[in-house]
C-alpha cells in the first residue's frame, strides 16, 4: 500500500490511521475486533467511507467488545440495518456478530484472538488466508490481508521510507518473527 504513504499523511480522513494505527501491532480483542469489522464493512467500498463511518460503527457495535456483539439477538441486527450513520449491509453484520461469537470461542484454547494469531504466525498470506476462511465468515485475501497488515501480522502496511514505519518496527511486530509474506 505503498500509494497510502503518499496520500495519507495530512489528510483529512487517512493521515490519523495511517500515522498513529495502521501496521502497529494490536493485541486487544476489542480493536482486533472492531478492524476485522471495518475491514468487512470496507468490502466493496472505498476506505475513505469506512473511516467517515468509523466512529458511528464504533457506538453502533458498543465498542466491539466480543462478548456483547456476540450476544446481539434480532433486534440488535434491526438496530444496526436502521442506522443511518453506518454502513447497513444484513450480510457483513451479521458476519461480525458470528465473528465476534467465534472470537470468544477461541478463548478456552488461546486466551484471546490475539493469542489465536499468536498460535498460527507466522503464515504467508495465502495459508493465513485459508484458515480464516475455514474460521470466520465474510473473509478473502483482501480482507484477511488488510486485517492482519493493520494488526502488525503482515508486513507491507508502509514503505520502508515512510516515517511511520520506523515507529512500528520500534514496536517489534509479529511480522518481523516471522515468514509473514
Known amino acids: 500500500m505503498s500509494g497510502y504513504c503518499d496520500t495519507a499523511p495530512g489528510h483529512p480522513v487517512h493521515a490519523s490511521y495511517h500515522d498513529t494505527e495502521y501496521g502497529f501491532p494490536v493485541r486487544d480483542d476489542p480493536v482486533l475486533l472492531e ?3 471495518l475491514e468487512i464493512m470496507q468490502a466493496g467500498l472505498s476506505w475513505e467511507i469506512t473511516l467517515k463511518k468509523r466512529a458511528a460503527l464504533f457506538e453502533a457495535f458498543e465498542g466491539f467488545v466480543p462478548d456483547q456483539v456476540a450476544a446481539y439477538d434480532m433486534a440488535d441486527r434491526e438496530r444496526l440495518l436502521a442506522n443511518p450513520g453506518i454502513i447497513r449491509n444484513r ?39 485459508k484458515l480464516f476462511k475455514k474460521t470466520f465468515s465474510f473473509t478473502g485475501g483482501e480482507i484477511v490481508g488488510e486485517l492482519l497488515m493493520s494488526t502488525g501480522y503482515l508486513p507491507g502496511a508502509h514503505r520502508a521510507d515512510c516515517p511511520i514505519q520506523a515507529r512500528i518496527l520500534a514496536q517489534d511486530p509479529p511480522w518481523r518473527r516471522g515468514a509473514g509474506t
Open 35 to 37: 478492524r476485522f469489522a
Open 91 to 129: 450480510l457483513k453484520i451479521d458476519a461480525i456478530i458470528r465473528n465476534a461469537g467465534i472470537i470468544c470461542a477461541l478463548r478456552p484454547d488461546y486466551g484471546s484472538f490475539a493469542g489465536w494469531l499468536d498460535a498460527h504466525h507466522p503464515l504467508e498470506k495465502s495459508a493465513w488466508v
